[in-house]
């Protein structure tokens, strides 16, 4: 950075536009640690790294539900693993979060910079969105005018944004108790397991409590009509919560 401040100062502007280019250079080198000038437009907030953008847009969805709950900070933390994050990252990642609930932030102004020169990431942001929105089962009004305003913002149409909805939409049975599979915490508690374990303890868990109420499983050990109907709603209620906590964490 040094040496091409240098140069280029000179070129534009005989010696002392070399001088000042040098230090210049020098400056953004000791400063910022620029390796390259390409760099400096992200430094300045005129080129947000992705992954700021994606904080801050989830700390406005979660805000949008009124009050943000531990559910919504889980999956933050949980899409700061997934995006592999480091110690660093992981603050500023959270700091973007907390500004993000601040009406006073500037998101669709970071978002249109974003949609403008990493188009091909705008599903997937709006995907990491959706997530969110959908932690408590349905979207806040506040929440889908904000999805809506961004899906366009990013060029996605009603199709894609319906697509992006169902992946993450817990499917319920029609005539289904909306108490069935309950919130993420109990489904956590019906599964036994902590509502931040592990996919692969998860998958263990679902797959014992599977096999132990399996009405076939009850049927050959001579189980009574009441006994494999109880079993049996046990099983759909296992599956349900399985499938929430499944979405949740994004794994299959």
């Given at each position: 950075m040094t040496v091409t401040g240098l140069v280029l100062g000179a070129v534009v502007a005989g010696?002392?536009?070399?001088?000042?280019?040098?230090?210049?250079?020098?400056a953004l080198d000791r400063h910022w640690r620029l390796q390259r000038w390409s760099d400096l437009p992200r430094q300045l907030g005129l080129k947000p790294p992705f992954e700021r953008v994606l904080f801050l847009c989830l700390g406005r969805i979660a805000k949008a539900h009124g009050r943000v709950t531990d559910e919504h900070l889980q999956l933050a933390r949980e899409l700061m693993r997934q995006y592999r994050l480091d110690e660093a990252q992981r603050r500023q990642a959270m700091d973007d979060f907390n500004r993000g609930k601040l009406p006073?932030?500037?998101?669709?102004?970071?978002?249109?910079?974003?949609?403008?020169?990493?188009?091909?990431?705008?599903?997937e942001l709006l995907d990491c969105c959706w997530r969110m929105a959908l932690v408590h089962e349905r979207p806040s009004a506040a929440a889908q005018q904000l999805l809506d305003a961004w899906a366009?913002?990013?060029?996605?149409?009603?199709?894609?944004?319906?697509r992006l909805r169902q992946r993450h939409q817990r499917r319920q049975p029609a005539g289904a108790p909306a108490a069935t599979g309950g919130g993420l915490r109990q489904a956590a508690a019906v599964l036994g397991i902590e509502l931040n374990a592990e996919p692969a303890q998860i998958k263990r868990a679902y797959r014992r409590l599977l096999s132990r109420?399996?009405?076939?499983?009850?049927?050959?050990?001579?189980?009574?009509?009441?006994?494999?109907?109880?079993?049996?709603?046990?099983?759909?209620?296992?599956?349900?919560a399985y499938d929430k906590l499944k979405r949740y964490r994004g794994f299959r």
């Open positions: 010696v002392p536009g070399g001088i000042l280019g040098g230090v210049l250079g020098h006073a932030s500037r998101v669709e102004r970071q978002l249109q910079r974003l949609c403008r020169q990493q188009p091909q990431r705008n599903a366009q913002m990013a060029g996605l149409g009603k199709a894609e944004q319906q109420h399996h009405p076939d499983k009850l049927m050959a050990g001579g189980a009574s009509e009441a006994e494999l109907a109880a079993a049996g709603e046990q099983v759909h209620r296992i599956q349900l």
